[in-house]
RNA sequence: CGGGUUGUGGCGCAGGGGUAGCGCGCUGCGUUCGGGACGCAGAGGCCGCGGGUUCAAAUCCCGCCAACCCGACCA
């Protein structure tokens, strides 16, 4: 029985001021968390007994699901990551330190490295898999902005699992199985979520798919059909779009175009000049990316920007990209910044990749690859030609949701989960093989699985707090019953101490009000 | 890393060259006792850190650090 005079609590009357998001502000008001450095938490009573709570129903459900628990370090040393590479590759994000020897050590922000190798140690038969194996532990990430409050912190606690299987039709199977298990669990923990796909899989990315607790507050954007329910992360949406029927455009003219720096003052100056009445969306934009040291250009209507990150995820096999510096258009002499247009590509010695909306057929008004010139009737197939169709467009709320034809809304939301078909990449780093019925060894493929506990418990309070305070799910909330005493009369006290040991009998757990010198309206409010 | 804001008792804030203040919380005594009670008496401060100007710095100047918000980044 937790004792409210007793109890490690304080709550405050004012909200502190330098929390922003309801979970933050009220997890401190109510005495639950308290900052000890950006990023960095501490639990007191209540707020511990909350968090162990969502972990435990996270804990049953995985091994409800026969996934077994492991428990790995957070002490790394450098080398198994210095063999994948992420000791490098993680960059600064990774919080690193030294022994007394010099020796190198990090804080792991993710252990895939550990889990392989734990495998590799004691299986090497094919009889041994399918495994799926999970852990509860704390990870470090040093982010550039820790931010609203235990949402994204620099520790944090993290349910990460991993599937190891012979086949694709085995990691399949495992990744379902992860899959449902999330859905119970989820569901359990009171969240609404959404399940959104993070890759599209259509250049051949990894099956993946984000688990989305919507939220005003949440970080993340993601894309959402009322009507259907098709929901995807907006790197993952499809462009729907209709084969080109209108007229076959007269032949590319070009015109003289000064002073048009952007696409509106190229709008008006062709709708004067021309006495049409077109828009931004009829014009052609070029932007011109740096892909792995080559220079691409990608196209999309004139209203549109240009989202790396969707160029990134579906431009298969690209590591770095980025926009065109001034030294890279030093090395094209015949680009004329501000005047591109896809005419000219493959003299220029740049590939070209096209939105879909770029239909075959369509035609616009472009760049001359001339100073102050641009041309109009610029038409796909005819006039140019491109390498391949590549989302890059922004996503708009109001676009069309490619299963159902419905303007699709852009939603907010918090990342509770994720699952990933990670393959081979590990396996193969760090020489995890098992060997298959002809005895020859084969290289296991691996899923991921994360779950993010300490997040739970604010994406929780996110969504169920009301205008008062904490609003938690029973099977989470500090105790099952709140009894508060109040009055002046020791009878009163002397009852409710019975009815609280009654009630801890019967399998309820309480917190109980029992202090003599707070008035009732100090206790209904601490209460709430 | 760019832009913005802020650093003063545990929390929320005021003060802006000469005795460091208010509200909440905390301690003691008394009154009150069902919606954050009241009175009296108290405890609690390197005014973010370092340097400078000055007879005198929380306050002015220089430098640094930290936190928060927006963005970039991150999944």
């Given at each position: ?30 005495g639950?968390?308290?900052?000890i ?18 972990e435990?129903i ?35 994000d ?11 050590y ?34 470090f ?17 993290m ?48 099956k ?19 009507n259907?329910?098709f ?74 920007e ?15 990209l ?28 740049i ?13 616009w ?23 391949g ?34 393959g ?26 994360g ?61 109980f ?11 209904f409010?601490?209460?709430?």
């Open positions: 029985m937790l004792r409210m005079s007793t109890l490690l609590l304080r709550t405050l009357r004012d909200d502190p001021a330098d929390a922003e998001v309801a979970s933050h502000r009220l997890l401190v008001r109510a639950y968390v308290r900052r450095a950006a990023g960095i938490y501490s639990w007191l009573p209540l707020g511990y007994r909350t968090y162990r709570n969502i435990n996270i804990r049953e459900e995985m091994d409800n699901a026969g996934f077994q628990e492991v428990h790995f370090p957070s002490l790394l040393p450098r080398e198994p990551y210095q063999e994948t590479n992420r000791w490098s590759e993680y960059g600064p990774l919080f690193r330190l030294k022994d007394r020897k010099g020796n190198d990090l804080l792991g922000p993710t252990h895939e490295e550990m889990f392989t190798l734990m495998v590799k140690g004691e299986f090497s038969s094919y009889k041994d898999l399918p495994l799926s194996i999970y852990q509860i532990q704390t990870k990430r040093d982010e550039l902005r820790p931010r609203s409050g235990i949402i994204r912190g620099r520790e944090f606690v349910k990460d699992s991993y599937s190891f299987d012979i086949d694709d039709a085995g990691l399949e199977a495992s990744y379902q199985r992860h899959r449902e298990a999330y859905i119970k669990t989820f569901n359990r923990l009171g969240l609404k979520f959404n399940i959104v796909s993070a890759m599209s899989g259509a250049m051949g990315g990894s993946s798919e984000e688990f989305l607790a919507p939220c005003p507050t949440g970080e993340d954007t993601y894309v959402l059909c009322e259907c329910g929901a995807a992360n907006v790197e993952a949406m499809v462009t729907k779009v209709e084969a080109y029927a209108g007229n076959v455009p007269p032949a590319f003219e070009v015109f003289d175009s000064p002073n048009t720096p952007t696409i509106d003052s190229l709008v008006e100056l062709v709708n004067n000049k021309f006495g049409e009445n077109i828009t931004g969306a009829d014009t052609l934009k070029n932007v011109l990316l740096m892909a792995d040291g080559q220079a691409i250009a990608i196209l999309v209507p004139g209203d549109r240009v989202d790396l990150k969707r160029v990134a995820a579906n431009l298969a096999g690209v590591q770095e980025r926009l065109f510096e001034e030294e890279d258009f030093a090395k094209f002499p015949g680009v004329v910044k501000g005047y591109v247009g896809p005419q000219d590509a493959e003299a220029l010695g590939t070209v990749y096209a939105d879909p909306r770029i239909v075959i057929g369509s035609h008004i472009t760049g001359a690859n001339a100073r102050d010139k641009h041309a109009r009737f610029v038409t796909h197939g005819r006039d140019f030609t491109v390498t169709f590549v989302e890059a467009a922004e996503v708009k709320a109001g676009d069309t949701c490619p299963q159902c034809q419905t303007p699709v809304v852009i939603d907010r939301a918090i990342e509770i989960g994720h699952i990933f078909q990670l081979r990449k590990y396996a193969k780093a760090l020489g995890l093989t098992v060997l298959d019925q002809n005895g020859k060894a084969q290289v296991v493929t691996m899923g991921s699985y779950i993010g506990v300490s997040r739970a418990v604010a994406a929780i309070a996110e969504q169920t707090h009301d205008e008062i305070g904490l609003n938690w799910p029973r099977e989470i909330a500090p105790a099952q019953i709140h009894l508060v005493a109040a009055g002046k009369d020791g009878s009163i006290f002397e009852f409710a101490e019975k009815l609280a040991k009654d009630l801890e009998a019967n399998g309820l757990s309480v917190l009000d029992d202090r003599r010198d707070s008035s009732a309206g100090v206790k409010k601490d209460a709430e």
